[in-house]
């Protein structure tokens, strides 16, 4: 596939040699397809942390909508926690 967009990097002298050990071991075909490659995996794990923090601020704003609608946890804080930490426990167990 032609190049639509060239860029110039520089590159550590170890980075460089891992590079070209891959391309010669045959895991991939040049230089620009492990960098491809690496931004792939660059890109999945910012996509995911994202996702993972929608996900948390989308928690957060449940449980203080539950707050300001009055609704809590029976006991304490403490037996609050000790319930979460038991279903947590439960689901991770089954």
């Not at 070209?20 to 490659?37: C, F, M, N």
Request: aromatic share 4%; glycine share 8%; no cysteine.
């Amino acid at each position: 596939m032609p190049a639509k967009n060239t860029k110039s990097i520089a590159l550590t002298s170890q980075w460089g040699r891992w590079i070209d050990d891959l391309v010669k071991s045959g895991e991939y075909q040049s230089a620009s397809e492990v960098v491809r490659d690496g931004l792939r995996v660059l890109r999945n794990g910012h996509d995911r942390e994202a996702a993972e923090l929608a996900e948390i601020r989308a928690r957060l704003a449940r449980s203080l909508d539950e707050a300001d609608a009055g609704n809590f946890a029976n006991g304490t804080g403490e037996n609050a926690v000790r319930r979460a930490l038991k279903t947590a426990r439960a689901k991770a167990g089954s």
